[in-house]
């Protein structure tokens, strides 16, 4: 069965270092997200993309992050300066487009510890 | 946005016991998912459920969109079942999900 996978599964970094975190969404799917969830807290939505675009992204996703589709395969998250409050874990899922289910996939995580 | 509560936010149960988890919801929904968070932090998608009832195993689950809640029972528990459980929906014509706070099962042998 087709998977999201997300790599690294855990990357430490030091403060007001850039990051990039990948995602392989599976590969029909044309909706593609970005979730983090703080240690201890619950899951929060970060960002939509689709068509090539941002479609919507929240108050969490200020000028720090961007994400990008390189090429047909990966996504990308990126912090461009990190702070101790990044420390968290960045779920990737996806999505297909054109069917009646609105079922989002996700991706094992990537656990980031900002030092 | 949309409000979503689960209950309860703590469960602790014997070894073979049945649980029922509940999700209350504030607004129409396209999307409703129910997630076992395990030990390494993973989200395991367990069913994707915005009306009706759907089985699993010993898993089944049943959303009830009109009255705004879904409901997870677990039946015969083992300590594997032991983790988080998070409901997150999707509000009609909205692309993101957002989660609820989760219920924290713990299963004693």
């Known amino acids: 069965e087709p998977e999201v996978t997300q790599t690294p599964s855990h990357q430490v970094t030091q403060m007001g270092q850039e990051v990039i975190l990948r995602c392989v969404p599976i590969?029909?799917?044309?909706?593609f997200y970005w979730y983090r969830q703080i240690l201890g807290q619950k899951v929060e939505f970060l960002v939509s993309?689709?068509?090539?675009?941002?479609?919507?992204k929240s108050e969490i996703f200020d000028d720090q992050f961007s994400v990008e589709r390189p090429d047909g395969s990966n996504f990308t998250l990126k912090i461009r300066s990190t702070k101790l409050e990044d420390s968290a874990m960045y779920f990737c899922?996806?999505?297909?487009?054109?069917?009646?289910?609105?079922?989002?996939?996700f991706g094992p995580g990537t656990r980031l510890t900002v030092t | 946005g949309i409000q979503v509560e689960q209950s309860p936010p703590d469960l602790i149960l014997q070894e073979g016991a049945n649980s029922t988890l509940r999700c209350n919801f504030s607004?129409?929904?396209?999307?409703l998912q129910w997630f076992h968070q395990n030990p390494w932090g993973q989200l395991i998608n367990l069913f994707y459920i915005p009306s009706g009832t759907k089985q699993n195993g010993r898993l089944s689950a049943t959303t009830v969109a009109t009255e705004r809640y879904s409901l997870l029972y677990i039946s015969s528990s083992q300590t594997t079942d032991s983790g988080v459980y998070f409901c997150a929906v999707g509000p009609t014509g909205n692309e993101k999900l957002t989660f609820g706070t989760g219920t924290r099962l713990t299963i004693i042998p």
């Open positions: 899922a996806s999505r297909r487009v054109g069917t009646s289910s609105y079922e989002q996939y």
């Open positions: 590969s029909n799917h044309l909706y």
């Open positions: 993309f689709y068509n090539n675009e941002i479609s919507e």
């Open positions: 607004d129409s929904v396209n999307n």
